[in-house]
């Protein structure tokens, strides 16, 4: 059986958190303020989303992915791919998978 190795690609990603909030707006263009509420979601106890919060649920946000809608979990890792698409990722398959590209700039 051939084994293949992932070509490397630079990705751009935001790490969904309440202080990277407007960041995610921009990159993804989600989760814009309405009326002063916001567009995401919460994520209830049994994993589905809510508009609005229950008794300290978690922080999610929907993206639109080529699958259909995916729900990104507070701390999740939003990813623009190599043709544009969105999706989410989870910390430690984001950490196993990627690491940071640094610029002159960013010395």
């Not at 969904?16 to 009326?35: M, Q, S």
């Not at 639109?64 to 398959?93: F, N, Q, S």
Request: with cysteine.
């Amino acid at each position: 059986m051939a084994k293949y190795r992932k070509k490397p690609v630079e990705i751009e990603a935001v790490q969904l958190r309440w202080d990277t909030w407007n960041e995610i707006c921009e990159f993804a263009d989600v989760g814009y303020l309405t009326d002063g509420k916001s567009e995401g979601c919460y994520i209830l106890k049994d994993g589905t989303p809510s508009p609005t919060p229950i008794d300290n649920d978690e922080m999610g946000l929907q993206i639109p992915t080529l699958e259909g809608i995916m729900i990104a979990r507070e701390l999740d890792y939003i990813i623009r791919g190599v043709k544009g698409e969105l999706y989410p990722c989870k910390p430690d398959i984001f950490e196993m998978t990627y690491e940071k590209v640094y610029n002159e700039d960013d010395c």
